[in-house]
Each structure stands twice: as C-alpha cells, then as structure tokens.
C-alpha cells in the first residue's frame, strides 16, 4: 500500500525557517521523482519543487527559487522541504507528491501559518 506522510508543518512567525518532512512506504521510492505543492484556500495546488529520483537534480518554481529547498534520502524513503525567511503569504497546507510516469501519488497535507 502506497503512503505518503507529511510532517513539520506548524505555526511560525515571519522571518523562520521550517523543514517539512514526507516519509513514503509501498513503492520503489528511488525511482519516484518527488514533488512538494501548496495550496492557498479556494485555490488549485501550486507546484514548488522537484527532485529525480535517481540523480537528485533539482527543479523549482520561479517564486521558490532561493527560499525553498528541496531534498530526499533515498535509503529513509524520505523527501524533505526547507523553507526560509517565511512569510505570511507562505500560509497553506503543503502536500508531498511522487510521479513515475503516469503513475502519481498525494500525502494528505500539512499546514503551515505564518504570522507577521
């Protein structure tokens, strides 16, 4: 059975740093490139990162581009977000995604606040 589990979210003040974490189970999580997406409140999800699986070459969105920082430990099954200087625009719940071709995997999200 497939599970990708979010943690790390919580509430932070602007200016913090926090490190969201996705542990996966049930695939050959070094074969799966892994994405991290937000999503604001009425909004579709935003893409943020990408990592390959095998390579670790990194892909980002031009808004994540020097805040966000995405990495994955293929033997712990486990990618990872670090986000710095946030900010209250950053507010959403974070979702963990791993694709292999057509195949395509969600974590149910964890919440991220940021207070000015």
């Known amino acids: 059975q497939v599970r990708l589990v979010e943690s790390g979210g919580d509430s932070a003040q602007s200016g913090g740093s926090l490190r969201l974490s996705c542990a996966a189970s049930?695939?050959?999580?070094?074969?799966?490139?892994m994405n991290w997406y937000r999503q604001f409140p009425g909004k579709e999800r935003e893409w943020i990162a990408g990592i390959i699986g095998r390579t670790d070459k990194t892909n980002y969105a031009t808004f994540a581009k020097g805040r966000f920082t995405i990495s994955r430990n293929n033997s712990a099954s486990l990618v990872y977000l670090d986000i710095d200087d946030l900010k209250p625009e950053d507010t959403a719940v974070y979702y963990c995604?791993?694709?292999?071709?057509?195949?395509?995997?969600w974590g149910q999200g964890t919440q991220i606040t940021v207070s000015s």
């Open positions: 995604n791993a694709r292999y071709f057509s195949q395509s995997y």
């Open positions: 049930g695939f050959v999580f070094s074969s799966y490139a």
